[in-house]
């Protein structure tokens, strides 16, 4: 085990890639070599075989079907994710995963989807869609911008606590202007954008976090982030 | 009332022309006080109504199939405009018709976006239609690729007497398989398995290349592309070979080329098909398609760029080395608010050309580049400077814009001051 390897899992990358999540893994590797690590990413779709070596998961949003086709191996590897949480492993699920990170997702007329139970969350399908711009206020990572595309509404549980509250944007529900959900060293949300390129904060303690654990005494380096702190004002300049 | 109609819409054409508004401002008029114009002009037509959807290509397409049957002698009426909405169908028709309401042509070729295509089929049933392809597009309109697919097969089950589908989307084939059940008379474009590695789809982006399908387990084609080389284009129409040297550049355009191939002769069976090849050899790209515009020793060619499936085509087509590039993003509505697409192409294809940036997303688009350690010459929100800079500057007389659709007719707008661009809207 190499000190300075940083080992991402990326879930289901064909059936769940939809609105640009691929562009979280691209913004890891990225800043991963910036903080002087080496990026090893690791593709997993049903079936294969479930890697050994898991610094970071990473899993995005898909359609409805996409779900369908990766529910039920999600739950043939439900118990290696549990492992992996529990022990303090980073892990972002965006969207799609998110809602099927929790326990339920109750949809309208098809079969409701059982979770995997990681986040204390459960979503149900409502009768909008919710899209549009998002700026959202974390106590974590500060102001959080994004774009949210999603008809599921998630509440949470008494084990999980927002990600962040709503500024512009719907969020979680039309109700409680919650974003997102943490519990452990998992981070659940609905933005897009993609995400990570544009909350480089949230980027940082996913590696920070990773890293540390087989390496107390890393250091993130200093970066200039000048060019994502333009494009974050202008997002949030932007109209809904 | 209704036999007014004909007469508000073209005074409200006139004004709206004198003012600089929008083309589908008369349509939208008419559309309010008479919501049976459009349907009551097209019925009239002895060859009937041809729609023309998908995710990519319409506009191109479109303007194809129209100049293939202008050459055999139909009169054709169009929404050349790239209005593609039913309120731009009916802006177009305010043009064309006279005061009587009757409308002067053969047949009405339409290009409509998905969801206006539903609407449009509830007031009328189109005698064929051609779908192109689904795609990862405006997500933030449709949602998912699967309901737009859905929008699709309303447009199928519409239609009377023939429907046109390329052969290489797996979820068009499935509706051009629910439709023949039914007893429909289905035809297909293709494009030769070895080519397919070019398109591919948004569910095999993540995929590797070699584990595309390039395997002959499709329906036959009467329209297939068979080759592209740098001066000739290859086709198999109803299984007889034809070789050409095109105008219209890119694979993605000259797929579309098959398409319309395909289109006209379901339409025209009668007409020779050497004869649609020919006039196909004469046909231009569509405006911002492709386009290419002369400025002093300079060419500048304007790509449009929409959703990750056409920004991968489009670098796959025009990316080359030297070249000088601006890629500029809005995120207008038109465009889609949302900026995730940039991050489901890979720009790697730009490594050895000078890249700027512009538009109100310009600072996403400069992320987006340093991902792919593209380095970012110039970040300019602002267009008309970016192009500005773009045009004065020497250091390569190959320059290239690639563009989302708002950008493109802002650029466009622009470009008369540099060099004669052709007014479409």
């Known amino acids: 085990m190499k000190k300075n390897e940083l080992h991402i899992l990326h879930l289901y990358p064909r059936d769940m890639n939809i609105y640009g999540d691929n562009g979280n893994v691209l913004a890891i590797e990225h800043r991963a070599r910036k903080h002087g690590l080496q990026p090893i990413v690791r593709k997993y779709n049903q079936g294969d075989r479930f890697p050994r070596q898991v610094d970071i998961v990473i899993g995005g949003g898909g359609q409805d079907s ?14 290696k994710l549990h492992k992996l949480a529990d022990s303090g492993t980073p892990i972002l699920f965006v969207c799609g995963l998110y809602q099927l990170a929790g326990h339920e997702f109750v949809t309208q007329g098809q079969k409701n989807m059982k979770g995997i139970d990681l986040l204390d969350i459960k979503t149900k399908a409502g009768d909008q869609r919710l899209t549009g711009n998002v700026v959202a206020t974390s106590r974590e990572f500060g102001q959080l911008v994004g774009y949210e595309n999603h008809s599921g509404q998630t509440t949470l549980g008494d084990y999980a606590a927002p990600l962040a509250t709503v500024i512009k944007g719907v969020g979680n529900n039309i109700h409680d202007k919650h974003e997102g959900a943490r519990q452990q060293n998992i981070i659940g949300t609905y933005l897009h954008g993609s995400f990570l390129p544009k909350n480089p904060k ?16 890393f250091k993130l380096a200093a970066i200039d982030d000048a060019l994502v702190e333009q494009a974050r004002l202008i997002t949030m300049k932007r109209p809904r | 009332m209704i036999k007014l109609t004909p007469l508000i819409g073209k005074t409200i054409r006139v004004l709206s022309r004198i003012h600089g508004g929008g083309s589908a401002l008369p349509g939208l008029v008419v559309e309010k006080i008479d919501p049976n114009f459009v349907a009551h002009c097209l019925n009239q037509l002895p060859y009937g109504v041809v729609v023309i959807s998908g995710t990519n290509g319409k506009t191109t397409t479109t303007k194809i199939v129209v100049e293939l049957l202008t050459s055999q002698g139909l009169k054709v009426f169009t929404n050349k405009s790239g209005s593609n909405f039913i309120r731009g169908v009916a802006s177009s028709l305010i043009a064309d018709i006279d005061l009587q309401g009757k409308l002067d042509a053969d047949i009405a070729i339409l290009e409509l976006d998905e969801a206006h295509a539903v609407h449009f089929v509830k007031l009328l049933s189109p005698k064929y239609c051609l779908l192109l392809n689904v795609m990862r597009d405006q997500l933030d309109r449709f949602g998912e690729i699967d309901t737009t697919a859905d929008m699709l097969s309303e447009i199928a089950k519409a239609t009377t007497n023939g429907i046109v589908i390329n052969r290489e989307d797996p979820r068009l084939l499935k509706i051009g398989d629910a439709q023949a059940q039914k007893g429909k008379s289905i035809q297909y474009f293709g494009i030769e398995g070895s080519l397919r590695k070019y398109f591919v789809s948004d569910d095999d982006i993540h995929e590797k290349i070699n584990k595309i399908n390039t395997g002959s387990d499709r329906p036959e084609a009467l329209a297939l592309l068979s080759s592209i080389s740098k001066s000739r284009v290859d086709f198999m129409i109803n299984k007889k070979h034809f070789s050409t040297d095109l105008q219209i550049s890119g694979i993605h355009n000259i797929y579309n080329a098959t398409a319309a191939l395909a289109l006209a002769k379901i339409i025209m069976p009668e007409a020779k098909t050497s004869n649609l090849i020919n006039q196909l050899a004469k046909s231009r790209p569509a405006f911002g398609r492709g386009e290419m515009f002369k400025i002093g020793d300079s060419s500048l060619e304007l790509v449009l760029v929409k959703n990750p499936a056409g920004f991968r085509l489009a670098l796959e087509s025009y990316a080359g080395n030297k070249k000088q590039v601006l890629v500029a993003i809005n995120d207008s ?6 900026m995730s697409w940039l991050w489901d192409v890979d720009f790697l294809a730009l490594q050895n050309s000078a890249v700027s940036v512009t538009g109100s997303r310009a600072y996403d688009m400069a992320i987006r580049l340093e991902h792919d350690s593209i380095e970012v010459q110039n970040i300019e929100i602002h267009i008309p400077k970016a192009l500005k800079s773009l045009i004065s500057s020497t250091s390569s007389t190959q320059k290239q814009i690639y563009c989302t659709y708002t950008a493109m007719l802002e650029i466009r707008r622009l470009l008369q001051k540099y060099t004669s661009v052709e007014r479409v809207l």
């Open chain 1, 202 to 217: 949230v980027t940082d303690w996913l590696i920070a976090t990773a890293i540390q654990r087989k390496n107390p005494d």
């Open chain 2, 333 to 338: 509505y038109a465009d889609g608010r949302d």
């Open chain 1, 66 to 79: 996409g779900q369908l086709k990766v529910l039920d191996d999600l739950h043939r590897i439900a118990s």
